[in-house]
C-alpha cells in the first residue's frame, strides 16, 4: 500500500511488461484483476498525466500530483511478438486514495493466469501464432459515457 500499483488494461502490453511471466524481480505471476467500471471512471476522474507539464515548475507539478492519487500514461500498444504498435495502450497509477479504494472497493475477482501466458508464449516460440491469438483474453474497447473524462483519453502522452 505504500508505493504505486498499475492498471494495465491491454493483455500483451502486459505480456510485454512481465516478459510472459518469466522476468525476474517479482513478475513471475500473471492476475487479471476485473473492477468495477465506477471505480475505473473514478480513477479516470482523479488522474493526471504521469508527465509534468512543461510549463509547470517542479514545485507546481509535486502539489498538482498530491491532488491527484492516480497517474495516466499511454504506451505502445503490442503484438503477439511483443512488437510495438502505431496505437496505444492506456496505463493507470494509483497510490494513496486511489490505491486504497482500488484494494478496498473496486476488485471484483482475481484470477492467476500465469499458466496461460506461459502456454501462450510455448506457442509463439514455436510459431503457432494462429492457436496462441485464438487464446488471447476478449478486451473491448472502452467506451467513455462521461464528458469530463475525454481529456484523458483523447490527449494522450
Known sequence: MTRMTWIKPSFLWMMYRAGWGFKDAGQTRILAIDITRDGFEWALAHGCSSHRDPSMTDDEWIRFKKRHP???????????????????????????????????????????????AHEMHGLIDTGSFEQAERLLPMEEEYLVTKPELLALMVNPH
Do not use: N
Not at 494509483?94 to 490505491?99: G, N, T
Open 70 to 116: 492516480v497517474r495516466v500514461q499511454w504506451d505502445p500498444e503490442r503484438d503477439l511478438l511483443l512488437r510495438p504498435l502505431p496505437h496505444r495502450s492506456l496505463q493507470m497509477g494509483l497510490e494513496s486514495e486511489a490505491l486504497e479504494r482500488y484494494v478496498r472497493d473496486w476488485i471484483v475477482s482475481i484470477e492467476d493466469i500465469t499458466a496461460l
